[in-house]
């Protein structure tokens, strides 16, 4: 088996959007103040490279639980910690809490994880240095309470430059309920992804290279009960706008665009999307198919083409089984198909490639079987993408078995 390693995180599902639904509890904001880099801006056309600092602080308004105003903890949770970034106590220090003789103190990783606290970052603490069995400050005014006394609460963060990837800092916000713990069930938390500042001012950081508003990670079709089906995989964030599909039919020279797919933007971040659609028109020949990719700037990028052929079914029968879920340094690969080799790609969140290379079958079986070592992956979710035969798709399109499953390193 021949494996080279990259970099990478990935979830998959039909318009699955990395974003978490707050409980409503908090009110604030997250802004990146400083950004300072060896050399560049930290935008899509100018990317920060070298060594890379940058500031971020979040402004709490306002809190609220059904019972109590108190809020307890203000951090990074340890799953929205980036690869590589390291974190310290920024300018704004420690301060006093709002309400009461109690004090936000920071908390590091390594005493987070001693107190089995979320993440790192600010909690209230009664000077015993152990915010887990105190309880937190409460704002004025109920039932919300606002916070107008509090400073920012600042983090500093460094990165070296690895592969080219987007920062883009989250905050969680939770209050302690009535039990002097870090959470409450009626308010579990509520996370800030940053909106302002940086290179754009609109609170990311592109580092180490381009990356793309949009990257499609798949796209293929099969004919079928007399129609064309169309399928395809993209992993994209709010720059990047819509698709429109176009079409060519065997006697014609041009392409003419037939639809158009918008995808969702209300949402920061990157996320991954997966659309079919069905071609209505009865083929008679050979279709030519290709997407336009537009970005929300005007600029776009075209696919390669593929075709179906009117005359014999294309359908996909990859079948790929991976387990464990969740695993730890390797995950074995179980394919159903007429090749006993497979092809293997692992992307990150920010659509980066972590990882690929090409399973030989281990077995002699009614299915084949290989493993894939995922050690130097960081805890996290990731998207891996199984290809049979050549891995990239040519004008005229060759028949592609393409398989992408989500998968858990812990």
């Not at 696919?303 to 359908?315: E, G, P, T, V």
Request: proline letters at 5%.
């Amino acid at each position: 088996m021949k494996f080279f390693k990259a970099a990478l995180l990935f979830i998959s599902a039909n318009f699955l959007v990395i974003h978490t639904s707050n409980s409503q509890c908090a009110s604030g904001v997250t802004y990146i103040t400083k950004v300072t880099s060896t050399t560049g801006a930290g935008t899509y056309d100018d990317p920060a490279l070298g060594q890379i600092e940058f500031e971020f602080c979040f402004k709490l308004d306002e809190f609220f639980e059904s019972q109590t105003n108190w809020v307890h903890g203000i951090f990074i949770s340890f799953g929205d910690l980036q690869d590589g970034v390291t974190y310290e106590l920024g300018e704004s220090g420690e301060q006093n809490t709002q309400h009461g003789p109690r004090k936000w103190i920071y908390i590091d990783s390594l005493k987070a994880k001693q107190f089995k606290l979320p993440g790192v970052g600010f909690y209230v603490d009664d000077f015993d240095g152990n915010p887990k069995n105190n309880y937190g400050d409460n704002g004025k005014g109920t039932p919300r309470a606002t916070f107008p006394d509090l400073k920012p609460f600042c983090f500093k963060a460094k990165y070296t430059c690895g592969y080219p990837r987007i920062l883009r800092p989250t905050i969680t916000v939770t209050g302690d309920g009535t039990t002097g713990g870090w959470s409450n069930p009626a308010c579990p938390g509520d996370e800030f992804t940053s909106t302002q500042g940086g290179g754009n001012n609109s609170g990311y950081i592109v580092v180490c290279g381009t990356v793309l508003p949009l990257q499609l990670l798949s796209f293929s079709g099969n004919f079928e009960n007399q129609r064309n089906y169309l399928n395809w995989t993209g992993l994209a964030d709010e720059y990047f706008s819509h698709y429109e599909l176009e079409r060519r039919f065997s006697h014609e020279k041009t392409f003419v665009r037939i639809e158009t797919f918008a995808i969702k933007s209300e949402y920061s971040g990157s996320f991954v999307h997966e659309i079919d659609y069905m071609d209505p028109t009865i083929p008679q020949s050979t279709t030519y198919y290709r997407l336009k990719m537009v970005e929300k700037d005007h600029t776009y990028t075209y696919s390669s083409a593929i075709s179906i052929a009117a005359s014999k079914s294309l359908k996909n029968n990859l079948e790929v089984k991976i387990f464990p879920q969740p695993a730890d340094q390797l995950i074995s690969v179980e394919w159903t198909s007429k090749s006993d080799q497979l092809n293997f790609e692992i992307y990150n969140i920010d659509g980066k490639l972590c990882g690929y290379g090409s399973l030989k079958s281990e077995a002699q079986k009614n299915f084949n079987s290989a493993d894939i070592p995922i050690h130097y992956l960081p805890v996290g979710s990731y998207l891996i993408r199984f290809i049979e035969g050549l891995a990239t798709v040519s004008p005229e399109f060759q028949v592609q078995q393409i398989k992408v499953i989500k998968f858990t390193k812990k």
